[in-house]
T-cell receptor
Framework: GDSVTQMEGPVTLSEEAFLTINCTYT??????LFWYVQYPGEGLQLLLK?????DKGSNKGFEATYRKETTSFHLEKGSVQVSDSAVYFC?????????FGTGTSLTVIP | DAMVIQNPRYQVTQFGKPVTLSCSQT?????MYWYQQKSSQAPKLLFH???????NEADTPDNFQSRRPNTSFCFLDIRSPGLGDAAMYLC?????????????FGPGTRLTVT
């Protein structure tokens, strides 16, 4: 069935370090892909999205490219800040249902 | 600002005592969702509404019920909460005509069962 596999955390980085959070998916057809972010004590917020192969989603310095050949949608940021500390969820939408990954906790230390 | 509002943010109930969580939205979206999120886990879809059409996930326990009296409001009723129902409950909305069904989440209600 359709699913999302996400890199396990927690991830701890120093400020200004490079971030990669891996996400791969299994789906039939052509799903849309998303990254959501959840700050402590809050609900999920859409961070970025991509709707077709080779699309690049970007927001707040974060980027992810929809790679159909590797069924991946890895999240990257060139220089993380303390305020980026949160849990990040990869998700896909198949036209029928949303599937979320298990989340990756990121802590950025000054 | 258009938004999804959940009340209360924190709810404490006793084992077996019915509890109701509420969600309202000013986005005028016709799809509303309830998710359960346990610590360090992905949100798990409990059910959703397309307008007034109720769609229950196959593995959602009968203990969980929902009501949607109008477009703006949706309620989650837990008839007899058990200790295992302690979790964050997230409400989300999306627009039916949006092909991506991008979901807008509320801040969540953290439920504690004593």
């Amino acid at each position: 069935g359709d699913s999302v596999t996400q890199m396990e955390g927690p991830v701890t980085l120093s400020e200004e370090a490079f971030l990669t959070i891996n996400c791969t998916y299994t789906a039939t057809g052509y799903p849309s892909l998303f990254w959501y972010v959840q700050y402590p004590g809050e609900g999920l917020q859409l961070l970025l999205k991509a709707t077709k192969a080779d699309d690049k989603g970007s927001n707040k310095g974060f980027e992810a490219t929809y790679r159909k050949e590797t069924t991946s949608f890895h999240l990257e940021k060139g220089s993380v800040q303390v305020s980026d500390s949160a849990v990040y969820f990869c998700a896909l939408y198949t036209g029928n249902q949303f599937y979320f990954g298990t989340g990756t906790s990121l802590t950025v230390i000054p | 600002d258009a938004m999804v509002i959940q009340n209360p943010r924190y709810q404490v109930t006793q084992f077996g005592k019915p509890v109701t969580l509420s969600c309202s939205q000013t986005l005028n979206h016709n799809v509303m969702y309830w998710y359960q999120q346990k610590s360090s886990q992905a949100p798990k879809l409990l059910f959703h509404y397309y307008d007034k059409d109720f769609n229950n996930e196959a593995d959602t326990p009968d203990n969980f019920q929902s009501r949607r009296p109008n477009t703006s409001f949706c309620f989650l009723d837990i008839r007899s909460p058990g200790l295992g129902d302690a979790a964050m409950y997230l409400c989300a909305t999306s627009a039916y005509r949006d092909r991506l069904k991008e979901q807008y989440f509320g801040p969540g209600t953290r439920l504690t069962v004593t």
